[in-house]
């Protein structure tokens, strides 16, 4: 159960969350996540700059899990207080990287896995273009 975990820490708002400080922040909301062929009314963070400085350290490690934007405004926020920062885009990398270690049972070389992340780069970037320019149609 959760009360006899003491690892898990049950908050009632995001007051209670500044009461700590955290080695890794995952962003698991759709909070500042953009799709497809919509147009984009805002740009959100799941966690303000304010809330973001208090709970992290200078060695903390934000993660999203959108991954499109490339670089959404959580990611930016960290990054402005000069945290390590993953992107989305590399959970789906290597979500897809396991699924095909554990079908084919095997590997692909790092050469490989760069060209992957090379060309989600592409992708995101490209798709992201086109967003924008349905924004400002």
Do not use: C, W
């Not at 995952?26 to 919509?38: E, V």
């Not at 920062?85 to 290597?94: E, K, R």
Request: charge should be positive; aromatic fraction near 8%; charged fraction near 20%.
């Amino acid at each position: 159960k959760q009360e006899n975990n003491p690892h898990i820490v049950t908050m009632k708002s995001l007051n209670d969350l500044a009461s700590r400080k955290y080695d890794h922040i995952i962003n698991a909301t759709p909070l500042g996540k953009y799709h497809l062929n919509s147009r984009v009314q805002s740009f959100t963070s799941p966690l303000d700059l304010n809330i973001l400085s208090k709970v992290s350290k200078p060695e903390s490690t934000l993660q999203d899990m959108n991954y499109f934007p490339r670089k959404s405004l959580f990611q930016q926020l960290g990054e402005s207080l000069k945290l390590n920062t993953v992107p989305g885009y590399l959970m789906l990398v290597f979500q897809a990287l396991e699924s095909y270690k554990k079908y084919f049972n095997q590997s692909l070389g790092k050469e490989e896995i760069d060209q992957i992340i090379k060309e989600m780069i592409s992708y995101i970037s490209t798709k992201e273009l086109e967003v924008l320019n349905i924004a400002s149609a």
